[in-house]
């Protein structure tokens, strides 16, 4: 038998069945080390609070040239929430949470065209920001930006084509289901494209 410092170190049998004992605690303390550390993070539930019952829909802002178009998002989204049933709608006055957003990008991109140059295929692409505030607390429950509905379609009188207003018709319908959506489902269940992927603006 050998000493070195604070550390005995045996020989022969018992000191391989001594190692094998370090050997294995050392496997089971990086087995548990692992275990703590390969926990996937998981952010906290971000539903909808228990005291929202009733809500009140702004008219959307409209940051883009299209006039108008904020007002038939609202309304597409009004109707969807009285679809829905989970949430009742109200004035301010008596709401719990106040649904709010703008539109921000309004995009028409060419796909596809004729022997004459003329665009057959677009693709219409429409960014909101949107949020749900508590009313009570006065404060953002979430907020979600760059939500994005899209539609690519041929152009009318193209077989088969429709008018660019028939696109935003089924555009709106799309953003209202994903809206009702996050503000029931809550975190994750929609999210908005990343900065990084929303075109600039067009000069």
Known sequence: MRKSGM??????????KWKKNVYFL????????????????????QSLPQNIKKV????????TVFFGIEDKLTTAV???FMRDGRLALSNLTEADGILRGEITRYIMEPLTYDENHVVKEYKLRILLNISLI????????????NIEGNYRFFISPNIGGITEEEAREIIWEKLS??????TIKGFGSVTGISDKKVPPPAE
């Open 56 to 63: 009140t829909i702004e008219t959307f802002k409209n940051s």
């Open 177 to 182: 289901r994903d809206i009702i959506k996050r």
């Open 78 to 80: 009004t109707n969807e």
């Open 134 to 145: 508590d009313k009570t607390k006065n404060e953002i429950v979430w907020q979600e930006n």
């Open 7 to 16: 550390l005995e170190v045996k020989s022969g049998k018992q000191g391989l």
């Open 26 to 45: 050392f496997l089971i303390s990086y087995f548990f080390i692992l275990l703590g550390c390969s926990s996937p993070y998981k952010p906290a539930p």
